[in-house]
C-alpha cells in the first residue's frame, strides 16, 4: 500500500462462484476484444468497453458499485484493459475521461482515480507511478481507437502518454502483482507485464464525479479500508 498511489481492496477479490461466471461470460468478452485489438496495433495494453449488464450482472461487479456508493461516490461505467503476456509498456501514460469533441476529435482532463479487480495476467505484473501529472511537458495528448466490445466497433479515443524520446526518472513506487485495488490515475504510472506468462484481463470502474485523491483516500480511511 501507498496512499499517494495505490490502496488495496481485497474484500473485492471474486468469490469461486463470481470466477465461474468471470470464465463463462466475461472472460470470453474480452480474449475478443484482446484479439481485435492485437491484430490491429500489434501486442499492447489498452482498454476496451463492454457491455455493462454483462459485468453489473456479475457478483464482484455488483460489490464494486456497492462498495463505491458506500464512499459516497457515483459509479459510472465499467471497461476491460487488457494486455499481451510478456510486454512492458515503454513509456509512463495517464488516464483520461472524455469531456467531448472538437472538430471530430475527442479531448478531455485527467481522471484521478480507478477502482481495478485483475482477473489474468496478475503473477509477474508490476504497476509503476511517477510523481507527476499533465503539467510535465513529457506528457503528451494521446488520440487513438479502440475497440467496444458492444457495438462490435472501433471508436475514437482519447488519454495522455508520454513523449517517446523522453526520458524518465527512477518511479516513486512500484507495486508488485496488484489485486483489487484503488489505484492514482492522473500521475504518470505505467503497467509492467514483461514477467507474465498470459494474457492481462482486468475489470475497472470508472466515476462519474471524480473527487480529489485526498478526498478519496480519506472516505476509505473512515471505513476502515486503509
Known amino acids: 500500500?501507498?496512499?499517494?498511489?495505490?490502496?488495496?481492496?481485497?474484500?473485492?477479490?471474486?468469490?469461486?462462484?463470481e470466477l465461474v461466471y468471470a470464465n463463462e461470460k466475461i472472460l470470453p468478452v474480452a480474449e475478443d476484444s484482446a484479439k481485435n485489438l492485437f491484430e490491429k496495433l500489434g501486442p499492447k495494453f489498452d482498454?476496451?468497453?463492454?457491455?455493462?449488464?454483462?459485468?453489473?450482472?456479475?457478483g464482484t461487479g455488483r460489490r464494486m458499485r456497492e462498495h463505491i456508493e458506500e464512499l459516497g461516490l457515483n459509479f459510472k461505467s465499467f471497461s476491460v484493459f487488457v494486455g499481451a503476456p510478456g510486454i512492458k509498456?515503454?513509456?509512463?501514460?495517464i488516464d483520461a475521461r472524455g469531456e467531448?469533441?472538437?472538430?471530430?476529435?475527442p479531448f478531455g482532463k485527467a481522471m484521478v482515480a480507478r477502482l481495478n479487480v485483475p482477473l489474468r495476467g496478475i503473477k509477474g505484473s508490476k504497476l509503476i507511478w511517477w510523481n507527476?501529472?499533465?503539467?510535465?511537458?513529457?506528457?503528451?495528448?494521446?488520440?487513438?481507437?479502440?475497440w467496444n466490445?458492444?457495438?462490435?466497433?472501433?471508436?475514437?479515443?482519447?488519454?495522455?502518454?508520454?513523449?517517446?524520446?523522453?526520458n524518465w526518472e527512477e518511479p516513486e513506487w512500484t507495486e508488485i502483482e496488484p489485486g483489487p485495488c484503488w489505484n492514482r490515475t492522473e500521475k504518470s504510472h505505467m503497467l509492467d507485464l514483461a514477467g507474465t506468462t498470459e494474457i492481462r484481463i482486468n475489470i475497472t470502474a470508472e466515476l462519474t464525479t471524480q473527487v480529489p485523491w485526498e478526498?478519496?483516500?480519506?472516505?476509505?480511511q473512515k471505513r476502515g479500508y486503509c
Open 47 to 58: 482498454k476496451t468497453y463492454i457491455d455493462q449488464d454483462l459485468v453489473g450482472n456479475w
Open 1 to 17: 500500500m501507498n496512499l499517494n498511489y495505490h490502496i488495496p481492496v481485497p474484500f473485492l477479490q471474486p468469490t469461486e462462484e
Open 89 to 93: 509498456v515503454a513509456k509512463p501514460h
Open 149 to 166: 466490445a458492444g457495438t462490435k466497433q472501433w471508436q475514437k479515443g482519447f488519454s495522455y502518454l508520454s513523449d517517446p524520446n523522453a
Open 100 to 105: 467531448g469533441f472538437i472538430n471530430g476529435r
Open 215 to 220: 478526498d478519496l483516500v480519506e472516505r476509505l
Open 132 to 146: 507527476t501529472g499533465t503539467d510535465d511537458p513529457r506528457i503528451l495528448e494521446r488520440h487513438f481507437e479502440e
